[in-house]
């Protein structure tokens, strides 16, 4: 029986271009993709800066548009000739490699095959999906062979809590690890999205520790934490503040098949955490479940589900299916109306 080539490590790829930087030896062709599009920019940048000498970016940093481009204005670029520098670097930003014609994808593979030695080239996947299509075996043969292909996941959570803590510190500020995962909770797991949020929460703590008063005073929650609130308070029959909720939502211009969604997957979320409740499981069982990155949530679930039962949560969950049905399938529907309609059932028949 013939070897089974193993699958690389997750996270290698990442692993390899850092220490390549380190060792000032990075490779010819590069995919950078990924979520974190704050630590896919950072070690754009790092490359860039690892092989352009200060000054002579001008003429040996190219970047280029996927929307318009072509095979052979690509091969042209990347094939020019380094000035008063060892090497040059062409970043291609959202060229969607596999949905090119057969003489593009052909002159492509061509070029992969016979990279100048002083070249790096870099495919960046910013606002389209790296999704490589098996079907044309050649050319993921030729990206296989000759680039490697980076992402950039959302960080774990042992990354994440110190990064967020070196943030604070660098603008004078300190804070503990239930408050970042309260800010990562509020505010997404994402760096990009927790950049201006550390700095808001920074210049506004007016005590060296920030607090969770802190964040909730100025930082700008993401969806799903807003649901969890609102779910949270249905559950503990406060409709009012559960409309309060949704009324923000709505006036924030969140469209309420959206909340409707955030809404019906947290309820899911919470039947599953009572179902582990009834069967003996702890947190760890959930968040292996729901691929959580952190404890922190998972806790919040069993906290929330420990309000209700798993018939409660069936209906829910039910209830907001039969309403996407209707909001999906049915004209002239309020949907604003029929959400706030929704919470005080569920807040009336919360067990």
């Known amino acids: 029986m013939a070897d089974r080539k193993k699958a690389p490590r997750k996270g290698a790829a990442l692993q390899k271009l850092k ?8 490779g010819s062709a590069y995919i950078f993709y990924g979520e974190e599009s ?3 920019e950072y070690y754009l940048g790092q490359l860039r800066k690892k092989l352009i000498p200060q000054g002579f970016e001008t003429f040996n940093y190219h970047a280029l548009e996927g929307k318009d481009l072509t095979a052979q204005a690509l091969v042209e670029t990347v094939e020019a000739m380094p000035m008063m520098a060892e090497r040059t670097m062409v970043a291609v930003t959202d060229w969607d490699l596999f949905k090119l014609g057969e003489d593009q994808r052909e002159k492509l593979i061509a070029l992969l095959e016979d990279l100048p030695p002083y070249g790096c080239l870099v495919f960046v996947y910013d606002t389209l999906e790296y999704k490589p299509n098996k079907t044309v075996k ?17 960080a774990s959570s042992a990354d994440l809590l110190p990064w967020i803590s070196r943030r604070f510190k660098a603008l004078g500020k300190e804070i503990d690890r239930q408050t970042a995962e309260y800010l990562v909770f509020t505010c997404g797991a994402l760096m990009t999205g927790l950049v201006p ?3 808001k929460i920074a210049a506004y703590a007016r005590g060296e520790r ?18 969890f609130r609102l ?3 249905v559950l503990q029959g406060r409709y009012d503040q559960a409309a309060s909720i949704l009324g923000d939502l709505l006036k924030m211009q969140t469209e309420p098949i959206m909340i409707l969604a955030a809404l019906g997957s947290q309820l899911r979320r919470i039947w599953t955490a009572r179902l582990a409740l009834d069967s003996g499981r702890d947190r760890y069982w959930l968040m292996e479940l729901w691929g959580m990155k952190s404890d922190y949530p998972a806790k919040l679930l069993v906290s929330a589900a420990r ?15 039969e309403l996407d049905r209707r909001m999906k399938s049915q004209r002239g529907v309020d949907s604003a109306g029929e959400l706030k309609l929704l919470l005080v059932r569920l807040a009336a028949e919360r067990s």
């Open 210 to 227: 920030v607090t969770q008063e802190d964040v909730d005073a100025v930082a700008d929650p993401v969806l799903s934490a807003e649901v």
């Open 231 to 233: 779910s949270d308070a």
């Open 197 to 199: 949020e550390i700095e």
């Open 307 to 321: 309000r209700t039962t798993a018939e409660w949560c069936a209906q829910a969950v039910c209830r907001c299916q």
């Open 19 to 26: 220490e390549d930087l380190s060792a000032g030896t990075p």
């Open 138 to 154: 050649k050319l993921c043969k030729a990206l296989e062979a000759h680039v490697e292909a980076v992402e950039f996941p959302a």
């Open 38 to 40: 704050y630590l896919r």
